[in-house]
Nanobody
Framework: RLVESGGGLVQPGGSLRLSCAAS????????IGWLRQAPGKEREGVSC??????????TYANSVKGRFTISRDKAKNIVYLQMDNLKPEDTGIYYC??????????????????WGQGTPVTVSS
Protein backbone atom coordinates (compact mmCIF):
# COMPACT_ATOMS: atom_id res chain seq x y z
CA ARG A 1 0.00 0.00 0.00
CA LEU A 2 0.98 3.64 -0.26
CA VAL A 3 1.96 5.41 2.94
CA GLU A 4 1.87 9.17 3.32
CA SER A 5 3.67 11.13 6.02
CA GLY A 6 4.80 14.64 6.81
CA GLY A 7 1.52 16.37 7.53
CA GLY A 8 0.95 18.61 10.50
CA LEU A 9 0.00 22.03 11.78
CA VAL A 10 1.74 25.02 10.22
CA GLN A 11 1.20 28.76 10.22
CA PRO A 12 0.24 30.60 7.04
CA GLY A 13 3.33 31.22 4.95
CA GLY A 14 5.03 28.13 6.34
CA SER A 15 6.22 24.96 4.61
CA LEU A 16 5.73 21.23 4.84
CA ARG A 17 7.12 18.32 2.87
CA LEU A 18 4.87 15.33 2.38
CA SER A 19 6.22 11.90 1.52
CA CYS A 20 4.58 8.98 -0.28
CA ALA A 21 6.29 5.62 0.08
CA ALA A 22 5.54 2.09 -1.08
CA SER A 23 7.04 -1.25 -0.21
CA UNK A 24 5.38 -3.48 -2.81
CA UNK A 25 5.81 -1.34 -5.92
CA UNK A 26 8.51 0.64 -7.64
CA UNK A 27 6.94 4.06 -7.75
CA UNK A 28 8.99 5.48 -10.60
CA UNK A 29 7.28 3.03 -12.97
CA UNK A 30 3.96 4.80 -12.48
CA UNK A 31 2.41 8.23 -12.54
CA ILE A 32 1.82 9.29 -8.94
CA GLY A 33 -0.70 11.89 -7.90
CA TRP A 34 -1.27 13.96 -4.79
CA LEU A 35 -4.87 14.81 -4.02
CA ARG A 36 -6.51 16.53 -1.07
CA GLN A 37 -9.88 16.76 0.57
CA ALA A 38 -10.81 19.80 2.60
CA PRO A 39 -13.54 19.57 5.26
CA GLY A 40 -16.94 19.58 3.61
CA LYS A 41 -15.50 19.59 0.11
CA GLU A 42 -14.89 17.07 -2.63
CA ARG A 43 -11.48 15.54 -3.16
CA GLU A 44 -9.38 17.48 -5.70
CA GLY A 45 -6.18 16.84 -7.56
CA VAL A 46 -3.17 18.84 -6.42
CA SER A 47 -0.24 17.56 -8.42
CA CYS A 48 0.96 14.62 -10.48
CA UNK A 49 4.33 13.31 -11.66
CA UNK A 50 4.72 10.99 -14.63
CA UNK A 51 6.93 7.93 -14.59
CA UNK A 52 10.68 8.14 -15.00
CA UNK A 53 10.37 6.78 -18.53
CA UNK A 54 8.10 9.73 -19.36
CA UNK A 55 10.52 12.41 -18.23
CA UNK A 56 8.76 12.82 -14.89
CA UNK A 57 6.40 15.37 -16.42
CA UNK A 58 4.60 17.27 -13.68
CA THR A 59 1.20 18.90 -13.45
CA TYR A 60 -0.23 21.21 -10.80
CA ALA A 61 -3.61 22.59 -9.89
CA ASN A 62 -3.80 26.33 -10.58
CA SER A 63 -4.32 26.99 -6.88
CA VAL A 64 -0.90 25.58 -5.96
CA LYS A 65 1.26 26.51 -8.97
CA GLY A 66 4.40 28.29 -7.90
CA ARG A 67 4.03 27.13 -4.29
CA PHE A 68 4.08 23.30 -4.45
CA THR A 69 6.71 21.07 -6.04
CA ILE A 70 6.36 17.35 -6.69
CA SER A 71 9.47 15.21 -7.08
CA ARG A 72 10.83 11.68 -6.82
CA ASP A 73 13.67 10.05 -4.95
CA LYS A 74 14.08 6.86 -6.92
CA ALA A 75 16.69 5.40 -4.60
CA LYS A 76 14.32 5.69 -1.64
CA ASN A 77 11.18 4.86 -3.68
CA ILE A 78 9.48 8.00 -2.40
CA VAL A 79 7.46 10.75 -4.05
CA TYR A 80 7.55 14.11 -2.29
CA LEU A 81 5.24 17.09 -2.28
CA GLN A 82 7.08 20.20 -1.12
CA MET A 83 4.52 22.78 -0.03
CA ASP A 84 5.69 26.36 0.49
CA ASN A 85 3.86 29.59 1.30
CA LEU A 86 0.97 27.58 2.69
CA LYS A 87 -2.44 29.19 2.97
CA PRO A 88 -5.41 28.33 5.18
CA GLU A 89 -7.24 27.07 2.10
CA ASP A 90 -4.57 24.38 1.73
CA THR A 91 -5.96 22.68 4.85
CA GLY A 92 -7.16 19.14 4.28
CA ILE A 93 -6.27 15.48 4.16
CA TYR A 94 -3.58 14.83 1.56
CA TYR A 95 -3.47 11.51 -0.27
CA CYS A 96 -1.07 10.01 -2.75
CA UNK A 97 -2.46 7.64 -5.32
CA UNK A 98 -1.71 5.75 -8.50
CA UNK A 99 -3.50 3.63 -11.10
CA UNK A 100 -2.47 0.00 -10.86
CA UNK A 101 -5.29 -1.39 -12.99
CA UNK A 102 -3.98 0.20 -16.18
CA UNK A 103 -0.51 1.08 -14.93
CA UNK A 104 -0.87 4.71 -15.98
CA UNK A 105 2.51 6.31 -16.55
CA UNK A 106 1.59 9.76 -17.81
CA UNK A 107 -0.16 12.61 -15.99
CA UNK A 108 -2.92 13.47 -15.74
CA UNK A 109 -4.33 10.23 -14.39
CA UNK A 110 -8.11 10.02 -14.58
CA UNK A 111 -8.83 6.94 -12.50
CA UNK A 112 -6.71 6.43 -9.40
CA UNK A 113 -7.38 3.07 -7.83
CA UNK A 114 -4.60 2.63 -5.27
CA TRP A 115 -4.48 5.05 -2.37
CA GLY A 116 -2.73 5.76 0.85
CA GLN A 117 -4.48 6.45 4.13
CA GLY A 118 -3.86 10.18 3.96
CA THR A 119 -1.95 12.67 6.07
CA PRO A 120 -3.62 15.76 7.59
CA VAL A 121 -2.41 19.26 6.87
CA THR A 122 -3.72 22.20 8.88
CA VAL A 123 -2.72 25.75 8.02
CA SER A 124 -3.75 28.09 10.77
CA SER A 125 -2.41 30.88 12.94
Amino acid sequence: RLVESGGGLVQPGGSLRLSCAASEYTLDRYAIGWLRQAPGKEREGVSCISSSTNNEKTTYANSVKGRFTISRDKAKNIVYLQMDNLKPEDTGIYYCATDLTYGSKICPVFAFDYWGQGTPVTVSS
